[in-house]
């Protein structure tokens, strides 16, 4: 029994400007092999992604389960294309396959990548070839410790640099290139945010009604006026606006939005680092650093005031507080609604908006 490990970068091109071979064409190469020798596929591992993403993954890759498999002796044989991206135990995978604690044999198998004739390039049952696959792969383990670690210095000064990092910008925010000179005097762009005062939040009727409305309602007035994000949730949905998804709003939507320093022009940090809400990012020296173009959507005390609000430090407003004192108290509500929850209520007139800046009107 043989397995196939078949792997690509999602990366068009590699660094030799050549188009990557494709997970099929692997497998294809894979079979035949495996037909030359008389052995039977069990499994195919196929993955597909950045190489960022195989490094930050909380999940195995396919090709250290693939190896787990040779390991425990489920399979005698596997079959990899190349030994790049190998698995972070370097000379150390290779050598448990070669000279196996428990005396069984176990064969690792390499693609020659002749494009024309596929075949073996390198074979562990070959005693000639084991010590170079041990040396690939520890070359495999150490570009892909430095890789790791230009990508961690790339990112960082970026932060320091005031650039946005992440692939979308912010509910109510736009992603905007700004021309600068870096130290050597040459032109470069860096991506940066802004507030969107354009783009409509898509409320049937009210197309005057920007994102950029709905954004400041959510991280500061619906706060400071006391709703619980629950019912800011709740709020939005029977308005009938539209999630930044496209779907309907849920309570960690808001609260990710409540608690993003973004909206006060500050850089952030967390999500691709393996952390699941976004923090406030300070450089080496303890400073926050600006990734805006032009004013924030809050501003520090408006930010300030909203966090506290959010978070329940400070009197309650009014008879109804933002926390949730009962489990359906977000469900279930007595009477008629309070002052500030009737502020901002949909009904037949639509949102009743407080300023022309809230533009809700």
């Excluded at 509500?333 to 809230?358: I, L, M, Q």
């Amino acid at each position: 029994m043989i397995d196939l490990v078949c792997r690509k970068s999602q990366a068009v091109k590699s660094k030799t400007g050549r188009r990557e071979i494709s997970v099929s064409a692997q497998e294809a190469r894979g079979r035949r092999t495996a037909a030359e020798l008389g052995l039977t596929v069990r499994h195919v591992w196929r993955e597909v992604g950045s190489a960022s993403r195989f490094r930050r993954s909380k999940k195995l890759a396919q090709q250290d389960l693939a190896l787990q498999a040779l390991d425990r002796g489920e399979i005698g044989a596997l079959w990899v294309f190349r030994l790049d991206r190998w698995t972070r135990r370097g000379a150390g995978a290779i050598l448990s396959i070669v000279e196996p604690q428990d005396g069984r044999s176990r064969r690792l198998l390499v693609d020659n990548g002749d494009p024309d004739t596929p075949g073996i390039g390198l074979d562990s049952a070959n005693p000639r070839d084991r010590s170079e696959l041990i040396r690939r792969a520890e070359d495999a383990r150490e570009e892909t410790e430095v890789l790791s670690e230009r990508v961690r210095n790339a990112k960082t000064f970026q932060r320091d640099n005031g650039e946005w990092l992440n692939g979308v910008a912010p509910y109510g925010l736009r992603l905007v290139m700004v021309t600068a000179e870096d130290e050597d005097g040459e032109q470069i762009e860096e991506r940066k945010l802004e507030r969107d005062p354009e783009t409509s939040a898509g409320i049937p009727g009210e197309p005057n009604v920007t994102k950029l409305d709905i954004a400041r309602w959510i991280t500061y007035e619906a706060p400071v006026a006391g709703h619980a994000k629950r019912q800011i949730s709740r709020m939005l949905n029977e308005r009938g606006v539209p999630s930044p998804t496209g779907g309907t709003w849920a309570f960690s939507t808001v609260a990710d939005m409540i608690g993003n320093p973004a909206y006060a022009g500050w850089q952030v940090t967390g999500r691709e680092d393996g952390k699941s809400k976004r923090m406030l990012y300070r450089n080496a020296a303890g400073e926050r650093v600006s990734v805006m173009v032009g004013p924030p959507v809050l501003s520090e005390d408006e930010y300030n005031a909203a966090q506290t609000a959010s978070r329940g430090v400070g009197p309650a407003v009014d008879k109804e507080s933002w926390r949730a004192r009962h489990v359906l108290t977000s469900i279930f509500r007595d009477g008629p609604p309070t002052k500030s929850v009737a502020h901002f209520v949909a009904d037949e007139r639509g949102w009743a908006g407080r300023g022309p800046e809230c533009r809700l009107g």
